[in-house]
């Protein structure tokens, strides 16, 4: 960090293009890093979680259509309507060749059943009263039976399923299966059992002992557990020191783990070690980083050669530069070896020529302004000669006692000095106003007070900086255009702002003009000789584009037998706006 600050803040060439280049080489590492990252962990990892989810989501799909598969069966094996009827017969009846028809009728049914259903395995019917209560199984091996060593997976009315356990029949226990026994009534108080086991077919992942850990299973095992609708634990391929009382605690660490539950309850559990889950990510980083740092080493070298290769240009670049500052006479261009540097060089050469060219030229225009300053001072003499005469005008209308005389002739000075006097270009809104509020005063003379002009300014307004006279002809025009001789009216000039803006409106609601003649006032079409002593709607056209371009507007509303507004917008801005 040390290194780089003491090259980066250095006004020096050299020590920014060394920063330069080397964060030019590790920019690309890092984020060829982050977006690697981003792709492998986040969006291949929420891959692998989603293939995950759809398969624990799967095997429990699988496992409740056989559970479904174990009550539509059991549906044949009912007392009303199905084979169940048959056997009841067969219990009750006393007759030999009866129960002869009824053994053989219900052994071929129960053959075709299982034909139909050839994930069933182990079926009969179990009659706990008699002697022997194991009818019609579908075996010819022995069974043991006993509905109360099965493991109980859960219970729905007449329906109790059990599993995962091993199959009753012993030629078919490479695989658990899962069983219903299924309570049929009949009589009054009798009962009868239809018991059918399912085979796992589809489901041999789900019950495959996996076990152990992932060291000693390295292509990354999967446990399954299987919980009953309580959330007791029925199944299970971890390896535990308890075998049978394998609890969640069991896997609440260490573990990544899907679940999926069933339609009735139970749950679907499959277990991934984390450190297995995880292995192709940390293989991925630290592949990575190997890559990172060859790729890191491979582009500060690059940056060491362009380094090399651009500053020899750079020094002889700034051997002619720092010729050319204190000699600016042409010289020859030298060769850098590279052709973009040498154009350089040439271009440079072009522009001391074209600087010199514009210097004789700025010197030239200076003395030129200098010039027009004289001829403005000479021009401003007569406007001292006619003040000096109103004020001598002034004096005998006092002697002679002629006061409104010499109140006229004090505003008319004012105003003439105002318009005519050496002030800058930039005034305040206040003397504006001031200026405005005396010309307005020296009308009311003229046209014996016919008109009444109201003056409204924000004081908040009154010191920011406005080209001069750019109300003054708009009320002007106000007057000359608004009214007729023998007319009164009523002049509105308001100054606001408005959205962060300066705003001038000049309002009246005298005639209206044309829409012909509002386009002349507008565009400076106007003769000149009508202007009275205002300059012109031209002028304060051409004043505005000069001090502030496009970032002002004017605008004239007009409509005949109502009125015209005309509103001036400009940008609050304490230099002024901009100066020519």
């Avoid at 356990?165 to 049929?184: A, E, I, M, Q, T």
């Avoid at 200076?366 to 007569?382: A, M, P, S, T, Y």
């Avoid at 959205?499 to 609601?509: A, H, I, S, T």
């Avoid at 496009?550 to 509303?557: G, S, T």
């Amino acid at each position: 960090m040390n290194f780089i600050r003491r090259y980066a803040f250095l006004p020096s060439l050299r020590g920014r293009l060394i920063v330069i280049l080397i964060i030019a080489a590790v920019i690309p590492s890092l984020l060829t890093g982050y977006i690697s990252y981003r792709w492998i962990y986040i969006v291949q990892t929420q891959k692998i979680e989603r293939d995950w989810v759809a398969k624990v989501a799967r095997d429990r799909d699988e496992l409740d259509r056989k559970l479904e598969e174990l009550a539509k069966v059991s549906q044949l094996l009912d007392v009303e309507g199905g084979i169940g009827r048959e056997v009841v017969q067969f219990i009750g009846s006393s007759d030999s060749f009866e129960r002869s028809v009824l053994y053989r009728n219900i052994a071929q049914s129960m053959a075709n059943v299982n034909f139909s259903n050839p994930n069933v395995g182990a079926m009969f019917f179990y009659a706990p009263d008699l002697e022997d209560p194991l009818l019609f199984p579908n075996t010819s091996a022995k069974l043991a039976f006993d509905p109360q060593a099965l493991p109980v997976f859960y219970t729905q009315k007449l329906f109790s399923y059990f599993g995962p356990y091993p199959s009753l029949d012993p030629g078919d226990r490479k695989y658990p299966v899962f069983s219903l026994l299924r309570k049929l009534p009949y009589g009054k108080g009798q009962f009868l059992y239809a018991y059918i086991e399912t085979k796992i077919a589809g489901l041999e992942d789900m019950f495959a002992p996996v076990g152990g850990s992932a060291a000693e299973n390295p292509n990354s095992p999967v446990y399954h557990v299987l919980a009953d609708p309580n959330g007791k634990i029925v199944y299970s391929t971890l390896k535990s020191d308890r075998p049978g009382e394998v609890r969640e605690a069991d896997f609440a660490n260490g573990y990544k783990t899907f679940r999926a539950a069933g339609s009735h309850g139970w749950t679907v559990i499959q277990l991934i070690p984390t450190a297995s889950y995880n292995s192709e990510l940390n293989r991925w980083l630290r592949e990575f980083g190997l890559f990172a740092s060859l790729s890191l080493l491979l582009g500060i070298f690059l940056a060491w050669l362009i380094w090399r290769m651009v500053y020899r240009p750079i020094r002889i670049i700034n051997k002619e530069i720092t010729h050319f500052s204190y000699n600016q006479s042409p010289t020859k261009v030298s060769a850098t070896g590279l052709a973009e540097f040498n154009r350089i060089l040439t271009n440079f050469q072009q522009m001391s020529r074209r600087i010199a060219e514009l210097i004789t030229d700025v010197e030239e225009k200076e003395k030129r302004r200098g010039q027009l300053e004289v001829e403005k001072l000479l021009v401003q003499i007569n406007p001292h000669f006619l003040h000096n005469t109103l004020n001598t005008i002034q004096w005998l209308a006092r002697m002679q006692g002629q006061t409104n005389i010499s109140k006229l002739v004090s505003v008319f000075t004012r105003v003439l000095h105002y318009n005519l006097g050496k002030k800058n270009m930039m005034v305040t809104v206040r003397e504006e106003v001031e200026a405005i509020q005396d010309y307005i005063e020296l009308q009311g003379y003229r046209y014996d007070h016919a008109f009444n002009v109201g003056v409204r300014a924000d004081p908040a307004l009154l010191e920011l900086p406005i080209p001069r006279f750019i109300l003054q002809p708009i009320v002007e025009n106000a007057l000359y255009h608004g009214f007729d001789a023998d007319e009164g009216g009523e002049i509105d000039v308001v100054i606001s702002e408005e959205d962060g803006r300066l705003l001038l409106r000049v309002q009246d609601n005298g005639q209206g003009i044309a829409e012909e003649k509002l386009a002349e006032l507008l565009e400076g079409r106007e003769p000149l000789h009508k202007s009275g002593l205002g300059i012109g709607l031209r002028y304060v056209r051409e004043m505005l584009g000069v001090y502030y371009g496009a970032l002002a507007e004017l605008k004239m509303e007009s409509e005949r037998g109502v009125g015209t507004t005309i509103s001036i917008r400009l940008p609050i801005d304490k230099t002024g706006g901009a100066r020519p």
